[in-house]
């Protein structure tokens, strides 16, 4: 007989004032990076910070191209950076931001399929998930406790090798 097979996925809604320093301190540095975007066909700023176990932040934002599809997102550009450079470290946590250009306010952007499975890649080599901040409609914060809850029924090395 069919079976229904679900998995539970969810967000956490905070207000700034609820949040830790460490982690007001990564969203805006996520907002800083996205300043920086390269993003002249979208005018679309995507910022990505990372915090790695080291303490380090490592920055991401969106790089785009004349040649559309050879662009590249903040949060893979933040995470091939991480991991190129220091490939043992493990990331604790990751801010993403986004914004119209020429608009002050961030607003509600979650993360495009191919920058889930790449951060979900990163997180099932880790011991630890990866929590992961977005900016909410109203400028709450949500936070996630893994990259499982953007991307339930992943595919990964598992999949390949059993
Ligand atoms: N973008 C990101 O940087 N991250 C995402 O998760 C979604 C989209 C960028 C790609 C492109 O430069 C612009 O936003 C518009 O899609």
Do not use: H
């Not at 975007?37 to 176990?53: E, K, T």
């Not at 004349?66 to 190129?84: I, M, Q, W």
């Not at 493990?90 to 191919?114: D, N, R, W, Y």
């Not at 979900?120 to 990259?147: F, H, M, P, R």
């Amino acid at each position: 007989m069919a079976k229904r097979i679900s998995k539970e996925v969810s967000l956490t809604q905070y207000q700034v004032n609820e949040l830790d320093q460490e982690t007001i301190t990564l969203i805006e540095a996520a907002k800083k990076a996205a300043l920086n975007a390269y993003s002249p066909y979208s005018n679309f700023q995507v910022g990505a910070a990372l915090l790695l176990d080291n303490g380090e932040t490592i920055l991401g934002n969106n790089q785009e191209n004349a040649c559309y599809p050879a662009g590249l997102c903040a949060e893979r550009v933040a995470f091939f950076s991480a991991k190129s450079r220091l490939p043992d470290a493990q990331i604790l946590k990751v801010a993403i931001v986004a914004k119209p250009k020429g608009q002050e306010q961030f607003k509600m952007a979650t993360p495009c399929g191919s920058c889930r499975q790449v951060m979900s890649e990163y997180e099932n080599n880790q011991e630890q998930s990866i929590k992961v901040y977005l900016t909410a409609t109203d400028g709450s914060i949500l936070e996630s406790d893994s990259i499982d809850n953007f991307l339930p029924f992943k595919f990964s090395n598992k999949d390949l090798f059993s």
